[in-house]
């Protein structure tokens, strides 16, 4: 079965340095997403993609992060300038229409 | 605002019991609630889909309910083996026909041998 792969696996970052998170949805799905995870806390809603545009983002998806989709098949997440409270489990999902599958996730520390 | 609750942080079932886990929302009207297994350091797992005109839904061992007048989903693992062991999540569309989720914040379930 096709799964959502993700790159790095684990991202050390000094706080106020940029990282990229990259992701290889499903090649037939048409949405994607990105969600993260602070330990110990609920899987949180950052932003979706469709039509090579955001459709949709939360509050925390702020002018420090944004995403692209540069060749069709990758799908990434910047973040500008990190901060200590960014570190989290980021994960990746796409879907063909309503459920998600989710890539293993990038665990993002901030120090 | 809208929020969901699972209502056990923590559930310990017997081997070969049924796991029931529970669900509750306010302030959404989802067209559908989903059902996904995380382990500890991976990504959510999809299991299960419901409808909000379906009752109930089955896969294997597992069944959900779903009941939009109660504002609550019910899913149950049968015959429940220590594998089944793991932090269940539900999940709900915000009723909009966006696709993005809003996740509870889990029950995790120990089977115990």
């Known amino acids: 079965e096709p799964e959502v792969t993700q790159t790095p696996s684990h991202q050390v970052t000094q706080m106020g340095q940029e990282v990229i998170l990259r992701c290889v949805p499903i090649?037939?799905?048409?949405?994607f997403y990105w969600y993260r995870q602070i330990l110990g806390q609920k899987v949180e809603f950052l932003v979706s993609?469709?039509?090579?545009?955001?459709?949709?983002k939360s509050e925390i998806f702020d002018d420090q992060f944004s995403v692209e989709r540069p060749d069709g098949s990758n799908f990434t997440l910047k973040i500008r300038s990190t901060k200590l409270e960014d570190s989290a489990m980021y994960f990746c999902?796409?879907?063909?229409?309503?459920?998600?599958?989710f890539g293993p996730g990038t665990r993002l520390l901030v120090l | 605002s809208q929020k969901i609750e699972q209502n056990s942080e923590a559930l310990n079932i017997q081997e070969g019991k049924t796991a029931t886990l529970t669900c509750n929302y306010t302030?959404?009207?989802?067209?559908?609630l989903q059902w996904y297994r995380q382990d500890p350091g991976r990504g959510p797992v999809f299991l299960l889909l419901?409808?909000?005109?379906?009752k109930e839904k089955r896969k294997e061992r597992l069944k959900v309910t779903f009941d939009t007048t109660l504002k609550q989903s019910l899913f149950h693992i049968t015959a429940s083996q220590p594998a089944d062991s793991a932090t269940y999540l539900c999940?709900?569309?915000?009723?909009?026909?966006?696709?993005?989720?809003?996740f509870g914040t889990g029950t995790r379930l120990t089977i115990i041998p």
């Open positions: 419901i409808r909000e005109n379906e």
């Open positions: 999902a796409s879907s063909a229409g309503t459920s998600g599958r």
């Open positions: 999940a709900l569309d915000d009723g909009f026909g966006n696709e993005k989720l809003t």
């Open positions: 993609f469709y039509n090579n545009e955001i459709s949709e």
């Open positions: 090649s037939n799905h048409l949405y």
């Open positions: 302030n959404y009207s989802p067209a559908y």
